[in-house]
DNA sequence: TTGAAAGCGCTAACAC
DNA sequence: GTGTTAGCGCTTTCAA
């Protein structure tokens, strides 16, 4: 159709519509009043040219870019999607546009990416750090995640599942109090012996899980037993090996909660594996509710991803606008969902929406 | 630490350095042979200075921004996010940088995506459109597709998923070949009264699945039979329904192909309710092989998600670098995947990869 | 109300 | 081998 070969800027408008560049700047982004006949020449003119934009330009003279990073461990692990999804919406909604970046989980790469993103020019960054907040060696990362720079001016920053510090914005679980729920939910169905298969205590969320399972313990008057306390890594066949492991131990066990839906699923078949019945024998529970524990019927605790990256797009948001605005924390609390590892006969339903 | 406020370029490193501008450039980017003394002293520089590189100036005078845009239907359909990933990781690994749009299967919505994009001045984009190709209202937008530009010079696009046009570079699975395969398997165990979930007939791929349905049949010398092929909409919901249908119908079948695994899951939930064992009674194979058929250990066609995603990011960075080059068309072969939905007692393995 | 002109940070002729 | 300079397309004072 159209045959133009050179790209049509402002210029070119003005020169159409007979103005001057700057008033079609200003019709264009209603910087300044502008007569109506000159606005419409220049609307003309544009609609005529099918001139588009150049946010290039636009972002190099404005420093907004209007593109935000979206930092994760992993495009694929179950979990983030949702909140990306969640994220994605929101931010083209606002005429914002998502950068994503994987990390896979290694502070090097972590780092090289936040660096890299300096000479980006974005306007944000969302990141679920996998920093160890309790190893030395990263206090200097964390100072400068705190007041990160591009360009002399401050960047936004918003964390997401792990609050890395009390100055950086962050969306985060109550992991405690998540645990506790599932604990509370065993304990209701009369078990007593309960086993964790812990998120790794390296990270920050495994650190707090662990945690609520250890006050679950002592609320509920229960023996502190290391053995029914093992450290997965997230993955199916952790969880599968740990519960074999407690398995052979020698120690009985009515009930097991995991860090994890993965490490829960494992777990489930290996105890499965061993012609143990489930919830009969063991109930068990997992952490995170990703579709999956849906599909297999398996209780967990059921953690708003949508919530999460909605609202750390709007963290996000309030301080781009607002840069010195007051530090703010948003704890979510994850909700009990009871199926079929916990309560035999329970009513099964599917989550739908998300896949 | 620092605490300069003044963002620091190019021209603040060769003031410190005592070079000029263009000398800088061209060490940063090796574009002139410069001796090793200033070369040096501007390194040094750019050291003291934590100098970073402007992509937006850059992008503004290169016209390259080194950034790609890919559109898919959805960042939580269990399909796309090991082909973002896939295509992220390699991106990263060449320098560009990737952000993401999800359609919702809307061809509105794709369409203004399409317009949006060619303000952001993207160098590429990897596009898994929800256009009907047969649709005659859609010629035009194909035609715009085959022929995008943003500011007179034409954007390489890639299509994933469905083969748009035959001018377009494209990475597309032989979905007449896996429903095949798929029907195939359960030829070979014995099945001959075999029903077909399909994929919805608005998209290509689900035309072409259907298509290989009837070329089974045919191949086979098997009678069509219209009750036995009903169109499903990729949910599993749906394919509970189209399941209980087909049941309901007095029609007698020991095996079912289902356009996607959802489907395939919610068929076979179905047959569960009403009593029917798995595969005894009916031989269920899905397609796609996402991971949660693992879970459930159901077979399924493995589509090469993650070989998608690396070829259509080569077929792009081979039109960036080349925009004559001729068109290339990528067809992938799904492999069959066997487990327990149609053949009772295989080992169970899982895919542990890739959550 | 409108327009001229000065850059944003960088690249790439073109001179020296 | 090195420096000068003219823009890339746009926003935004500042004058008219």
Redesign the interface.
Known sequence: ??K??????IKDVAKTAGVSISTVSHVLNGTKPVSDSLRKRVMDAVEELHY??????K??KSGR?H?IAVVVN?????F???L??SI??DA?RLGY??????TGGELNKEQELIQML????IDGIILSSCADTADPANVSYL??LT?L?????PIPLICIESELNTRLDAVIVDDVDGIFTAFNHLYDIGRRHIAYIAAPFAYNTGKLRKEGYLASLKKYNLPFNSRLILEGDY???SGYECMKTILASGEMIDGLIAGND?MA?GAMRAAMDKGLKIPEDIAVIGYDD???AS??QMSSINIPKEEMGKMALELLMRRIENPNASRMLIRLNGDLVVRNSTVAGTKST?D?E??
Chains 1, 2 share one sequence.
């Open positions: 159709m159209e133009e070969m050179k790209p049509i800027g588009e934009v150049n946010m290039v330009a972002g190099l870019t593109n992993s495009l694929t692990s179950i983030f999607p949702p990306l999804q994605q919406g083209d546009t998502v950068t994503v970046f994987a300096k000479s980006l020019w100072e400068e007041d720079k591009i360009n002399g001016h993955t199916p066949v993965q699923i990703n579709f999956p599909l297999i599917w739908l998300n896949w």
